[in-house]
């Protein structure tokens, strides 16, 4: 089970740390990524990291803003989100998926991220 948590309401050019917490596994065994859906969109890709840490990648139009990290020993994934614009605002899920998988398979519930100007 994943957890994520963090989320909230931020003015513009403002940071947020989002966490995803894992309950039942251990996360070392999957990639994580982080997702996001806003109001009337489909779900966007928005960071991912290897199962050791050792490769990231984000979406281009959040590179140098976000950055996902991951603490295999505390078992959750983090993302931290800076400059934040109010573009910013949708629910941002986290997902894992094992060696197997082609797509992630295992979905967090989401967290609200709202940025105002």
């Known amino acids: 089970q994943l957890q994520a948590s963090g989320g909230g309401l931020v003015q513009t050019g403002g940071s947020l740390r989002l966490s995803c917490a894992a309950s039942?596994?251990?996360?070392?065994?999957?990639?994580m990524g982080w997702f996001r859906q806003a109001p009337g969109n489909e779900r966007e890709f928005v960071a991912a990291?290897?199962?050791?840490?050792?490769?990231?990648y984000a979406a281009e139009s959040m590179k140098g803003r976000f950055t996902i990290s991951r603490d295999n020993a505390k078992n959750t994934v983090y993302l931290q989100m800076n400059n934040l614009k109010p573009e910013d605002t949708a629910v941002y899920y986290c997902?894992?998926?094992?060696?197997?998988?082609?797509?992630?398979?295992?979905w967090g519930q989401g967290t609200l991220v709202t940025v105002f100007s």
């Open positions: 039942g596994t251990t996360i070392s065994n999957y990639s």
């Open positions: 990291i290897s199962w050791t840490g050792g490769s990231t």
């Open positions: 997902a894992a998926k094992d060696a197997t998988m082609t797509r992630y398979g295992y």
